[in-house]
């Protein structure tokens, strides 16, 4: 869709020229929206039946861990889960650790933002400092880009004091380091010209020092952004954009738009600096919501949260293929079926997976009920 760091200039022009359509163009323009919309319904009315591999129960949560979300592995070994509790709010938000029994806590107090009064941590990753680093989606609660990037100051493995990194986020969504370099999507990061917008920031570990605090710049093109993207607003409303993130063996980045299911690939300089973008044409019945997302490097495989459907699928990055990994219908999550399910992690041969649980319209999934639960698929 945009295929330079400046491509928003492209964007704002591009509605420039649809807002100077006339009449019948307009009409095409909307009958094709709503031929794209009755298609994408009565693809999920045949597809979200039970379908391919069987997802078990790894770990089930009381009402007060009730929206499991971001995933990190750590380099130990062990596995940290954000919990923003964001379908019930009244409970405060934490992170934990999977046990091979279920969980434990991990960071029970995490530093409500000062204007909402909440914390609300998504995606986290371990960091080349040994800190770990949680984004914010407190859009949820203001929309005034309060969103944060944390740094939790790890000591021998245990959290200590836990700071602000970055403000100015409208959405911090989906995080990975990939060496020195740290990409953080925000799937709301608007621009004057483009109210559909979303993007990755980079930020580098020399500019994240313990004791400082990176301000971003909001609707503008902060120094920080690395590539942006426009949401194409479908039946369900929804134009949040650029949400999980990860990189293939070649090290190109890969995000996906919540709002649309585009997949997109981004191509940087050896430096972790942008070179190019594009949209990666996926074979297949079109994913029409990407949210979490995992690349195992061995097999160039993502493996994709396709919340609207409830689905697991994977894309094969070198071909493009695209087939179902697992699908269930509208479950409650029990015994492990999958609940919408939200961000992934790949320990060895299993695919951990956070059953979000906190629908849109036109979700497969329909309601938040317990119990909460995180699923695991074994892979061959």
Known sequence: MITSRYGWAAAAFSATLLASCGPQQSAEK???ANATDKAAEAQIKTDSATQGATPRLLATFPDSLNTPDGLALAPDGRVFLSVPNLADNKYPARIVELTASGYKPFINNLPP??????????DLAVGPDGNLYYAENQYENSKDFKSRLMRVLMHGGKPGKIETAVDG????????????????TDSQWDLPGNDKGSAIMRFTLADLKPGTTIHLKPKTQDPHVLAMFTTTVNETGIDNGADGIDYDSQGRLYTGSYGDGTLYRITLKPDGSFASQEKVPVGGAKIPCIDGLVIDRATDKAYICSSRLNSIDIVNLK???????ARN????GAGGKLDQPAEVLLKGKQLIISDYDKPDKKFVNTKSDAPHTESVIDLP
């Not at 933002?113 to 998504?122: G, L, R, S, W, Y």
């Not at 409208?170 to 740290?182: C, D, E, I, M, S």
């Not at 219908?329 to 409650?332: A, E, F, I, L, P």
């Open 319 to 325: 071909d493009n293929t695209h087939t179902v990994l």
């Open 169 to 184: 986020f409208a959405l911090a969504n989906g995080t990975v380091w990939k060496g020195n370099n740290l990409y953080v």
């Open 30 to 32: 909307q009958a094709a």
């Open 329 to 332: 219908g509208d479950t409650n």
């Open 113 to 122: 933002e000062p204007t909402t009064k909440h914390a609300t941590p998504m």
